[in-house]
């Protein structure tokens, strides 16, 4: 069974920085295009950021273009998303997902076949 285990979230101030992790086993990790959503409290789950299969390609939802950064070691079988300038906005649980075909609606949350249990950011003002 495809695990996928997020870490590194917590609480950081305004303007701050975390990089979260995606601990990934039970699968050819190489294999999969990975994402990262993330949701907060009365709102849907939303997409962040993706990457495909070499890390070749990357793609990032408007509103963290330029502060977030995804990336992936294959032969850790790791994923990681950097962000910096936090802002309150960005307070929510973020997940991990996978899938091992690059859906053409891959910002689109329910194409994924697999997550992690997400890991709480929360930013303060």
């Known amino acids: 069974q495809v695990q996928l285990v997020e870490s590194g979230g917590g609480l950081v101030q305004a303007g701050g920085s975390l990089r979260l992790s995606c601990a990934a086993s039970?699968?050819?990790?190489?294999?999969?295009?990975m994402g990262w959503f993330r949701q907060a409290p009365g709102k849907e789950r939303e997409f962040v950021a993706a990457?495909?299969?070499?890390?070749?390609?990357?793609y990032y939802a408007d509103s963290v273009k330029g502060r977030f950064t995804i990336s992936r070691d294959n032969a850790k079988n790791t994923l990681w998303l950097q962000m910096n300038s936090l802002n309150p906005e960005d307070t929510a649980v973020y997940y991990c997902?996978?899938?091992?075909?690059?859906?053409?609606?891959?910002?689109?949350?329910?194409?994924?076949?697999?997550w992690g249990q997400g890991t709480q950011v929360t930013v303060s003002s």
């Open positions: 997902a996978a899938r091992n075909t690059m859906p053409s609606a891959f910002t689109k949350w329910d194409v994924y076949t697999h």
């Open positions: 039970k699968l050819t990790f190489s294999r999969y295009f």
């Open positions: 990457i495909t299969w070499s890390g070749g390609g990357t």
